[in-house]
């Protein structure tokens, strides 16, 4: 059972990255996936969700920071969910983890650095 995060760098101020995360050992559709980020000195904080709707439509939720700017997307089918992230800030700048969630039972990806340059 895991999840494995891929397709962080470095990236220029304005510029964009697609993570993935591609989850194993688990009933993919029926759980929620999220994106979390933590910066340095800061609390994990939840970037991006979706939820488990059929087709891999499920609702969505996004902080205020990066609503139009990010796009969470599932693929149900792949065991996977991407994260699109667009018109880079530095404050974009952290380690981005995955996170599957049903009920009060949680699974976490070992992270993916991302670094905005200004």
């Known amino acids: 059972v895991q999840l494995v995060e891929s397709g962080g760098g470095l990236v220029q101020a304005g510029g964009s990255l697609r993570l993935s995360c591609a989850a194993s050992?688990?009933?993919?559709?029926?759980?929620?996936i999220s994106w979390y980020r933590q910066a340095p000195g800061k609390q994990r904080e939840l970037v991006a969700g979706?939820?488990?709707?059929?087709?891999?439509?499920?609702?969505?939720d996004y902080a205020d920071s990066v609503k139009g700017r990010f796009t969470i997307s599932r693929d149900n089918a792949k065991n996977m969910v991407y994260l699109q992230m667009n018109s880079l800030k530095p404050e974009d700048t952290g380690v981005y983890y995955c996170?599957?969630?049903?009920?009060?039972?949680?699974?976490w990806g070992q992270g993916t650095q991302v670094t905005v340059s200004s």
């Open positions: 050992g688990i009933t993919f559709s029926i759980y929620t």
């Open positions: 996170n599957a969630r049903l009920g009060v039972s949680q699974l």
């Open positions: 979706i939820g488990r709707g059929g087709g891999g439509s499920g609702s969505l």
